[in-house]
């Protein structure tokens, strides 16, 4: 997404000044954090209730990305630095989601309890609209810095996890067997390592960026010549 920085901002680097917040930004934060929440709540109860790792995986999920918007929103205004190492944050919190993940479905796979594929293709289809409009509210955003491209990825991954519950509740009503929601959990944990991994190398990347920067700065106020 393009900055509308004023004139002034040409002369500061991103450690030093954080870009103009765009309102539109600001609000569909709001909207995906608050309609985060509700569907943790739904999903929690739900996963519970009809024994599906993969509805309790992707309640995880909601959890994690409600926290991580509230912590986007926490660092809109600061400098890019700042919003470099809250993407970090973000980005190794899907990885041990992952992780996470990948150990229940392990868990589980001993247990044999078959979950209630009726609960679980509902609740993914309620889900899946709920993601696919966050989705669609910050797909503009998609280009942005690594904050910006983290919380894009987060609302993706969701969208195609709810597909995939609702394939897996297909799987375990026709089989009659666990295993279809034990291997969308283990897919759902795939998706979150990669993409934490993405995030978390972007912000890396942004981060050494600004040091560098900063750096030259300080060695040119110091009259310090430097090379590329």
Not at 22 to 39: E, F, G, K, T, Y
Not at 109 to 131: F, K, R
Not at 190 to 198: E, F, I, K, N
Request: charged residues 10%; contains cysteine; hydrophobic residues 55%.
């Amino acid at each position: 997404m393009a900055c509308a920085c004023h004139s002034s901002c040409s002369t500061e680097t991103p450690a030093s000044a954080a870009p103009p917040v765009d309102p539109r930004w600001r609000r569909a934060l709001w909207i995906a954090l608050v309609v985060n929440a509700v569907m943790f709540g739904v999903e929690l109860v739900a996963g519970l209730q009809a024994h599906s790792v993969s509805l309790l995986a992707d309640a995880v999920d909601f959890a994690g990305d409600a926290a991580n918007y509230a912590l986007s929103l926490a660092v809109l205004s600061m400098a890019l630095v700042w919003r470099s190492r809250a993407a970090f944050v973000k980005g190794a919190t899907m990885f041990a989601y992952g992780l996470f993940v990948l150990a229940r479905a392990g868990w589980l796979l001993q247990s044999g309890s078959v979950p209630d594929a009726m609960t679980m293709g509902v609740v993914g289809l309620v889900a899946l609209l709920a993601n696919a409009g966050v989705a669609v509210l910050l797909y503009s955003f998609r280009s942005g810095d690594a904050n910006m491209r983290s919380v894009w990825l987060c609302s993706r991954n969701d969208a195609l996890s709810n597909v995939a519950v609702m394939a897996a509740a297909l799987g375990v009503f026709g089989t009659g067997s666990a295993l279809p929601d034990l291997a969308v959990a283990a897919v759902m944990a795939l998706l979150a390592l990669a993409a934490g991994q993405s995030v978390m190398r972007q912000a890396w990347a942004e981060l050494a960026q600004t040091t560098q920067n900063s750096h030259q700065k300080s060695q040119q106020i110091a009259g310090i010549p430097h090379s590329d």
